[in-house]
């Protein structure tokens, strides 16, 4: 199984960035999946989680839409006005169910893309 993320950048407050996660060998849709963030000397902290339906951490409710496409085995995370607090590196997960809630601790989660890194910064 590999989990490929995508999309990190550098981009100023209030900006936006659209993070990709391509799936291979696993049966993407029946796979709840999910984005986590961590920052510098923080633990590993939920976002968001596409499945049967989708579910976002308070901190990014409003801000941050996740979606999936099914036929491209992709997830995405659209972040719109950013701040400088958003800045972390950002992994995708798969978990194997489609049914929520969904659970907030990583070690709920089968697999793990590499990350990439987003900076809010100006």
């Known amino acids: 199984v590999q989990l490929q993320a995508s999309g990190g950048g550098l981009v100023q407050p209030g900006g936006s960035l659209r993070l990709s996660c391509a799936a291979s060998?696993?049966?993407?849709?029946?796979?709840?999946m999910g984005w986590f963030r961590q920052a510098p000397g923080k633990e590993r902290e939920f976002t968001s989680w596409?499945?049967?339906?989708?579910y976002y951490a308070d901190s990014v409710k409003g801000r941050f839409t996740i979606s999936r496409d099914n036929t491209k085995n992709t997830v995405y995370l659209q972040m719109n006005s950013l701040k400088p607090e958003d800045t972390a590196v950002y992994y995708c997960?798969?978990?194997?169910?489609?049914?929520?809630?969904?659970?907030?601790?990583?070690?709920?989660?089968?697999?793990w893309g590499q990350g990439t890194q987003v900076t809010v910064s100006s």
């Open positions: 997960a798969a978990q194997g169910s489609l049914y929520g809630p969904p659970s907030s601790r990583p070690q709920s989660y089968d697999y």
């Open positions: 060998g696993l049966t993407f849709g029946n796979y709840g």
């Open positions: 596409s499945g049967r339906n989708t």
